[in-house]
């Protein structure tokens, strides 16, 4: 590609931004030390950004003799992105500005799962943001979908979702041509574990495991610094085999790990260890909610059968992390979902199984953390990614250019 002088300005106002950004604030000086531009550059670059609104002159910083230097920051308010992650039976929004960060959430409950009821409801959410009067003015970068299952993230394509039963669905393109903007789409672990790798305590390791418990039982790697997906579905820990005539499983298989410890699987081992017939002869649980309220009641009323399901469980779980950390030596494995409301119940035996079985001393130098971001990391990193992509990303190797 030549570079010519429309492309070149391009690519080096992208090196100051992401500087910036990276920086949080920075006088020009420090930018042009960091990028190897010239002062004069940085003043014609800083000055278009200025002028876009995308930067802008947070305060005076500290004189080191002379003048005080002006240090910019990102403008904040200059874009918004959305995020949504799709449930069973409910789609949870998050906006955010130009950084990254939520300025609104909400959750939406969904009469079905079907992919048309879901393409509406989402460019319905869109439609409804666009109006209200503080967005109007501002640019509207996208949405990031967060889906749970097997995602073609380059095509925008759904390949399968056994909780939401999709097969082949691209619901990228059909979105982006409904609302007119980019769509990025993402499983939604691989969301969760960008989200903890970008701004959480991940981002000290280079090699990571995170996995998802509640209604289903999610994976995902970073390995080397970079988010490993394979040909998609990669990490997928849910679907390891841990009892070979197991129960059957979503995906089709039996004794899956998610067949096995998700909410379904725990009220069902409840279900069989209690005399209490109120619990027992419980109707069928169809959300997450449903299950959340079951197992409360049942610590109510039946504790100790409560108990045993969890330690049940709590083994089957200690397996398959140990099973991860002996495959992939990882640095750090978090641990989330919504299974954690229940966590001084079956976690610690979990972790300890998964310690003592590692192979060498493996089990012994990971570092095992516990999710302190909540639901909103199941969006926020494919709304950091779709943000990278369309102000901040760079082409080719990041190297600057005078124009």
């Given at each position: 590609?030549?570079?010519?002088?429309?492309?070149?300005?391009?690519?080096?106002?992208?090196?100051?931004?992401?500087t910036i950004?990276?920086?949080?604030?920075?006088?020009?000086?420090t930018?042009?030390?960091?990028?190897?531009?010239?002062?004069?550059?940085?003043?014609?670059i800083?000055?278009?950004?200025?002028?876009?609104?995308?930067?802008?002159?947070n305060?005076y910083?500290?004189?080191?003799?002379?003048?005080?230097?002006?240090?910019?920051?990102?403008n904040?308010k200059?874009?918004?992105?959305?995020?949504?992650?799709?449930?069973?039976?409910?789609l949870?929004?998050?906006?955010?500005?130009?950084?990254?960060?939520p300025?609104?959430?909400?959750k939406?409950?969904?009469?079905?799962?079907?992919?048309?009821a879901?393409?509406e409801?989402?460019?319905?959410?869109v439609?409804?943001?666009?109006?209200?009067?503080?967005?109007?003015?501002?640019?509207?970068?996208?949405i990031?979908?967060?889906?749970?299952?097997?995602?073609?993230?380059?095509?925008?394509?759904?390949?399968?979702?056994?909780?939401l039963?999709?097969e082949?669905v691209?619901i990228?393109p059909?979105?982006?041509e409904?609302i007119?903007?980019?769509?990025?789409?993402?499983?939604d672990?691989?969301?969760?574990?960008?989200?903890?790798?970008?701004i959480?305590r991940?981002?000290?390791?280079?090699?990571?495991?995170?996995?998802?418990?509640?209604?289903g039982?999610?994976?995902a790697?970073?390995?080397?610094?970079?988010?490993?997906?394979?040909?998609?579905?990669?990490?997928?820990?849910?679907?390891?085999?841990?009892?070979?005539?197991?129960?059957?499983?979503?995906?089709g298989?039996?004794?899956?790990?998610?067949?096995?410890i998700?909410?379904?699987?725990?009220?069902d081992?409840i279900?069989?260890?209690?005399?209490i017939?109120?619990?027992?002869?419980?109707s069928?649980?169809?959300?997450?909610?449903?299950?959340?309220?079951?197992?409360?009641?049942?610590?109510q009323?039946?504790?100790?059968?409560v108990?045993?399901?969890?330690?049940?469980?709590?083994?089957?779980?200690?397996?398959?992390?140990k099973?991860?950390?002996n495959?992939?030596a990882?640095?750090?494995?978090?641990?989330?979902?919504?299974?954690?409301?229940?966590r001084?119940?079956?976690?610690?035996?979990?972790?300890?199984?998964?310690?003592?079985?590692?192979?060498?001393?493996?089990?012994?130098?990971?570092?095992?953390?516990?999710?302190?971001?909540?639901e909103?990391?199941w969006?926020?990193?494919?709304?950091?990614?779709?943000?990278?992509?369309?102000?901040?990303?760079v082409?080719?190797?990041?190297?600057?250019?005078?124009?």
């Amino acid at each position: 590609m030549k570079l010519t002088r429309d492309i070149l300005k391009d690519h080096n106002e992208k090196i100051v931004l992401r500087t910036i950004r990276q920086m949080g604030e920075v006088s020009r000086t420090t930018i042009s030390k960091k990028t190897g531009l010239s002062i004069a550059s940085i003043t014609n670059i800083t000055s278009r950004l200025l002028e876009a609104n995308l930067i802008k002159e947070n305060r005076y910083g500290k004189s080191k003799g002379g003048r005080r230097p002006v240090l910019l920051g990102i403008n904040e308010k200059h874009s918004w992105a959305i995020g949504v992650k799709v449930g069973y039976l409910y789609l949870y929004f998050v906006v955010t500005d130009l950084l990254g960060t939520p300025v609104l959430e909400q959750k939406i409950p969904l009469n079905t799962a079907s992919y048309n009821a879901v393409v509406e409801k989402i460019a319905d959410f869109v439609n409804t943001i666009v109006k209200i009067p503080e967005y109007v003015d501002r640019k509207f970068l996208g949405i990031g979908v967060a889906v749970s299952g097997s995602v073609d993230s380059e095509h925008g394509i759904v390949k399968s979702s056994y909780i939401l039963e999709w097969e082949n669905v691209p619901i990228g393109p059909v979105l982006e041509e409904r609302i007119k903007a980019p769509v990025l789409v993402y499983n939604d672990v691989d969301s969760f574990a960008v989200a903890h790798y970008t701004i959480g305590r991940a981002k000290k390791y280079k090699n990571c495991i995170f996995i998802t418990l509640g209604s289903g039982v999610g994976g995902a790697m970073i390995l080397g610094g970079k988010l490993y997906t394979g040909r998609g579905g990669a990490g997928e820990i849910g679907h390891m085999t841990v009892i070979c005539d197991g129960k059957k499983c979503s995906c089709g298989s039996y004794g899956c790990l998610e067949a096995e410890i998700s909410f379904n699987a725990l009220v069902d081992r409840i279900k069989k260890k209690t005399n209490i017939e109120s619990l027992k002869n419980r109707s069928c649980l169809t959300t997450e909610d449903e299950a959340i309220h079951y197992i409360h009641k049942a610590l109510q009323i039946d504790r100790e059968a409560v108990i045993e399901a969890f330690d049940e469980i709590s083994v089957l779980l200690g397996v398959a992390i140990k099973n991860m950390i002996n495959i992939f030596a990882p640095d750090y494995v978090l641990i989330g979902g919504e299974a954690l409301e229940f966590r001084d119940l079956f976690l610690k035996k979990a972790i300890l199984i998964a310690r003592e079985n590692s192979f060498g001393d493996l089990g012994d130098d990971v570092v095992i953390d516990i999710d302190d971001m909540g639901e909103v990391a199941w969006v926020q990193g494919v709304i950091l990614n779709l943000i990278e992509k369309e102000v901040f990303q760079v082409d080719g190797r990041g190297n600057t250019y005078e124009v």
